[in-house]
Each structure stands twice: as structure tokens, then as C-alpha cells.
């Protein structure tokens, strides 16, 4: 669900009904993040919101709907490469 100010990773992740956990959502945001800074010369703004799972608040990146697809593709391919590398521990 995404707000009048725009779209998390979180937000993007259950739109598509995937379950957040914090490997994946650090790895997709580390990415996008870069994107984004590439393509306007800062980082994005942040918003203090509730934690995704447990207690407490936790700054979340702010990124603009247009950027919708490309994150729906970082999580696609994270979660491609998690897969074809399996548990590395």
C-alpha cells in the first residue's frame, strides 16, 4: 500500500504478497537505494514508521511510484539469486 508520499520496499513487497524478512528487503534496498542515488545525485527521503516485524520505528525510504516497476524487478531478481544460491551457511 503506498501513500500520498510514495512507495517503500515493504509496501512494494506486499502489494506482491511476499512476506518481508530482513535479508531481503535490506538486499532489494541496498539496490534501489543505489538506483535511486545514481539517478538524482541524493538519497531518498525518509519517513520514521513502524517496524515491519516487532516493535518500535524504523526509518523507511521514500521512493516516488514511478519507480514501482524497477523495485518489482530488484525484488524479482533477489529473489532469483537467493534461490539459485540456496542457504550459504
Known sequence: MSSNRGITIVDVLHDLRIEPTPTLTWAVGAAVRDLYESRYGCLPEKDLR????GPGTHCFAIYPESMRAEIV????????EAQRQGELF
Open 73 to 80: 524487478q530488484v525484488i524479482h531478481h533477489h529473489q532469483t
Open 50 to 53: 513502524n517496524k515491519t516485524n
